[in-house]
């Protein structure tokens, strides 16, 4: 017999965050890339613009780093889903849909 509510807490941890950082880091790269082209596009301070390209850099960095992340808790949550749908109490559960909706959106 499975711990379904243990089983339930992971698959929710595991889904629930899988893309919201990445898309927060992609989103705050975006917003820096804008703040950076307007300082060039406005002739800027060169210190402002530096600035600016090492705030765009290291933005860029961190979605890489989340990608890293992404890569591990889709393969986590993939492993645990395997898992899961192997036990007869989970045949059409909530829960693990969710978490195959949430491998089905990090793939695409």
């Not at 898992?83 to 195959?100: G, I, T, Y």
């Amino acid at each position: 017999m499975s711990n379904k509510p243990a089983i339930h807490r992971q698959l929710n941890i595991k889904s629930g965050v899988l893309l919201k950082e990445h898309i927060l880091y992609a989103k705050e790269a975006e917003e820096q890339q804008r703040t950076f082209d307007k300082l060039i596009a406005n002739k800027a301070e060169e210190w402002d613009v530096k600035s600016a390209k090492r705030i765009l850099e290291e933005s860029h960095r961190m979605i890489k780093d989340s990608d890293n992340r992404l890569g591990k808790a889709v393969q986590d949550l993939r492993e645990l889903v395997l898992r899961v749908k192997s036990q007869p109490e989970f045949a059409e559960d909530v829960e693990l849909l969710h978490a195959e909706e949430a491998l089905e959106e990090a793939s695409v």
